[in-house]
């Protein structure tokens, strides 16, 4: 197994003889960031599955569907506010058969997509996130659920924020899982640890990947500075550059 992040909240995950990819867009689609990292290529027969959380231009760009002109066997896994209407896929230039190959998820669902069980959980911003089985391997990608708590935001809605996010990962506790990614926003200044926080202490992953740094990877270091438990620590990736590669060992 190996993983490759690709950029901010972009993972491709190369499991068995799949591919599963991650909240990818164009590395200029954010106005004020140039983000680098590049999708690899595969041979043709690859079975690739491509995930969208939601249709925030740093989660999906519409051009991840010419995808299906390189890869026979893709499926898009897109959450419903990505929605596209046949007359708008025409358009900007697609085949009608690239509808057979979108599925459209909701929060709280599960859906069976090729050789891959998905769960979906709601997010506390937009869209949704995504728990993935797939021949005994466990994913989890956040999307943008995550404890927003920001300063000035009130104590209300904070307190609102709160309590959904706890509510949608306590959804996992029961489960075990190889992979998650979970965002470490440095935006919410002394608040982006929270939501990895009570990831950490309530969820049994194996390795968790922070994201959604906007380039600034240096509180990742910081972050395992400050957790006692050293097991807990080194579950923890350190991210350094785009198109950064990991290989897992499955035990």
Known sequence: MQVIFIHHSCFVVEVDEKVLIFDYFGGDRVNGYRFCGRLPEYEPDTPVYVFASHK?????????LHLAEQYR??????SKDCKMSPNFLKKHGFPD???QKIV???PCETYQVGGLHIETLRSTDAGVAFYVET???????????????????????NGIMERNYKGQIKRLAKKHINLAFVPMDPRLEQNKFLGIDYFLEHVDAEYIF??????????????????????MAERIVEISHENQTF?????
């Open 97 to 99: 058969t690239i509808r």
């Open 56 to 64: 925030h231009q740093d989660h999906f760009d519409m051009d991840v």
């Open 210 to 231: 922070p994201m959604h740094m906007w380039q600034d990877y240096s509180a990742i270091t910081e972050y395992k500075r400050r957790i006692s438990n050293g097991a």
């Open 135 to 157: 021949n005994g391997a466990t994913f989890y990608h956040a999307g943008d659920l995550n404890n927003w708590k920001w300063d000035g935001a009130g104590d209300l809605v």
């Open 73 to 78: 066997d893709i499926h898009f896994i897109l």
């Open 247 to 251: 290989p897992i060992q499955e035990a």
């Open 104 to 106: 459209y998820v909701s």
